[in-house]
């Protein structure tokens, strides 16, 4: 079965200090993986999947098919970035996402 | 253009009533999903839907709810004889078309509480 893991329920760090949130998933296809974040009072938003390849807004995440891992990095964070952060797994392509219980990120100034 | 529109954004009920939430996709995006949080949990998956058509409602429980998303007007989902097991956040989601690169934008929710 298709499941995402994201260990941390809380992670706090320190402002300029780098942050990695974890995330495994479990899936015998071709993953398709995304981070979506959450800010305060916002709407759940798309931050970043690993087909673009991209960072957004300085995170970026590399799949790691061995590892089956797809963890999301910031080498310095800012206080901004306090949010929730879920990670998720897309089957059948854009239908249906797969998401991990999310990680609260807190950036102590 | 005013992103996915869900309402009501709190909806309180009493068990045995029915529970309607709405939806309303973005401008131009006839593709909507439909999700369900659990307190400490993530976001999962219940139903997809494409105008007048269910496309994939795996993940709806097999009794009392149900989903449309008629030719004019939100989508809408429903859940007859609510239990306080239904106490949770719906949020809905749309897309402009079904392939793997179109984004996923998500309403703020509706938060129902079963009494």
């Known amino acids: 079965a298709q499941r995402v893991t994201q260990p941390e329920k809380l992670l706090s760090v320190f402002k300029g200090a780098p942050v990695e949130l974890k995330c495994n998933y479990s899936?015998?296809?071709?993953?398709?993986l995304f981070w979506y974040v959450q800010y305060s009072r916002q709407r759940l938003q798309l931050l970043l999947r690993?087909?673009s390849r991209e960072s957004i807004k300085g995170f970026t995440a590399d799949l790691n098919k061995g590892e089956t891992s797809f963890h999301l990095k910031k080498p310095f964070a800012q206080e901004e970035d306090s949010a929730m952060y879920y990670c998720?797994?897309?089957?059948?392509?854009?239908?249906?996402?797969?998401f991990g219980q999310g990680t609260r990120l807190t950036i102590n100034p | 253009n005013a992103g996915v529109m869900q309402n009501p954004r709190h909806l309180v009920r009493r068990r045995g009533q029915e529970a309607r939430l709405r939806c309303s996709p973005m401008?131009?995006?006839?593709?909507v999903y439909w999700y369900r949080q659990l307190p400490e949990e993530g976001l999962k998956f219940m139903v997809y839907?494409?105008?007048?058509?269910?496309?994939?409602e795996s993940g709806m429980p097999k009794e009392r709810f149900s989903a449309e998303f008629p030719k004019e007007g939100p989508s809408i989902l429903r859940i007859q004889q609510v239990v306080r097991g239904d106490s949770a956040a719906y949020f809905c989601?749309?897309?402009?078309?079904?392939?793997?690169?179109?984004?996923?934008?998500f309403g703020s929710g509706t938060q129902l509480s079963v009494l």
């Open positions: 401008k131009g995006h006839s593709h």
């Open positions: 989601a749309s897309s402009r078309g079904a392939a793997a690169n179109e984004k996923l934008f």
């Open positions: 998720a797994l897309s089957i059948q392509g854009a239908q249906k996402l797969v």
């Open positions: 690993h087909i």
């Open positions: 839907l494409q105008k007048e058509n269910i496309i994939d």
């Open positions: 899936y015998s296809g071709s993953p398709e």
